[in-house]
């Protein structure tokens, strides 16, 4: 099996430019993951995902493990085989939906019990069973089983918390093993406060792995205290491997992240958002619901090449939402996919020809225009 390696290709700044590569194919970072929670991006075909320029999906442990079940994808040949999607994927560790989802969950040292969201069946999640769970589904990269508190906690639940995250971690790491052509990536704890932060990081880089995550964020800290972090977090993770923001997030949320050193992002925010008639634009969002669409014939962004944009003009878009048809979730989510592609090209290249803050400045300037005009 081909190895997977990453390679840092430009900086400006603290803005990295890179490629994970793996046996299904180049990431190329700054990366931004679209969710297919349950082996699908709701709304989008896989070649439709991958069209929108996404070289890597996200899916998610939990829930899969509930449904399907991971042994019943084990059998049909591996999530890239049962979805039809054959380029990367991560899956999640599990931790963070049974804290968000699962009913009557109790915490241990072993891992979690918990019943399930649907059915209210018993399972338990423990380092070992996510990893084994997290092979099944043969993903690419794997990510270490951890706890993650919401924000605001306390430092003592922080703690207790981060250090019992690194125990797992480690168990984690024992219990991937060796597996060529696999990642497996460690999550930085810690909450807000830098001193934890440091300690989670040095305990990660002692075990050792792959690619690193910054977890614990956007859990409900809010964006000033989110990059209050990142200006220190990022940088206590190894220069030579991926860092990755989990579940982030808004289009600001995102350059912010970059600017200060993150390589990946996941989050459902493109996709649940086209489905509540909700678009990203360059000139920050548009509500296709109001009525002051209904009338209007011109394109969604008349800078943009997907098919909501080429295809459709912002009456029919308001009225596919207004009647509840299918199509109207999916070509705004087929919009906001490509818009969140289109960024992360964008930062790529402006790393690249290092005018990141150019790049920044232009990116703020037009969102600060706000949506045209009505007619």
């Known amino acids: 099996m081909a190895q997977t390696s990453f390679e840092l290709t430009a900086r400006d700044g603290r803005a990295r430019r890179g490629v994970i590569r793996t046996p299904r194919g180049e990431i190329r970072t700054p990366a931004f993951m679209p969710v297919g929670t349950a082996a699908t991006v709701k709304g989008m075909m896989p070649e439709s995902v991958a069209a929108t320029g996404a070289d890597i999906l996200l899916g998610n442990t939990y829930h899969l493990m509930l449904r399907p079940g991971a042994e019943r994808v084990a059998r049909l040949g591996g999530l890239h085989k049962f979805m039809n999607w054959e380029k990367p994927i991560l899956t999640d560790s599990g931790g963070f939906q049974v804290m968000s989802l699962a009913e009557l969950r109790k915490l241990t040292e072993e891992g979690v019990s918990f019943r399930s969201h649907i059915d209210g069946s018993k399972h338990m999640l423990t380092p070992e069973r996510s990893m084994e ?56 704890q810690g909450g807000l406060e830098e001193d934890l932060r440091g300690e989670s990081a040095e305990a990660l880089k002692a075990i050792g792995f792959d690619g690193y995550a910054v977890g614990g964020l956007a859990v409900g800290e809010g964006q000033e205290a989110m990059f209050g972090c990142l200006d220190f977090a990022p940088d206590m993770l190894p220069e030579d491997k991926p860092r990755y923001l989990m579940g982030v997030g808004k289009p600001d949320d995102i350059v912010g992240a970059v600017k200060r050193g993150i390589d990946m992002m996941d989050c459902v925010l493109p996709s649940r958002s086209g489905r509540t008639g909700q678009a990203w634009t360059r000139r920050g969002q548009v509500n296709i619901k109001n009525a002051r669409h209904a009338d209007d014939p011109r394109p969604l962004d008349e800078n943009c090449t997907c098919p909501a944009c080429q295809g459709y003009s912002r009456a029919y878009l308001h009225h596919v939402f207004r009647a509840g048809e299918m199509i109207s979730g999916m070509l705004l989510t087929w919009h906001n996919l490509h818009y969140y592609q289109e960024l992360m090209q964008g930062m790529r290249s402006a790393i690249e020809a290092d005018d990141f803050a150019g790049f920044e400045a232009d990116f703020h300037a037009k969102r600060a225009e706000g949506d045209i005009e009505p007619l």
């Open 133 to 188: 769970i997290q092979k099944l589904l043969g993903s690419d990269i794997v990510m270490a089983f951890d706890e993650c508190p919401a924000l605001p906690a306390d430092r003592d639940r922080i703690t207790q918390s981060m250090r019992l995250s690194m125990r797992w971690a480690a168990r984690s790491r024992e219990a991937f093993g060796d597996r060529p052509g696999h990642m497996l990536f460690g999550i930085q």
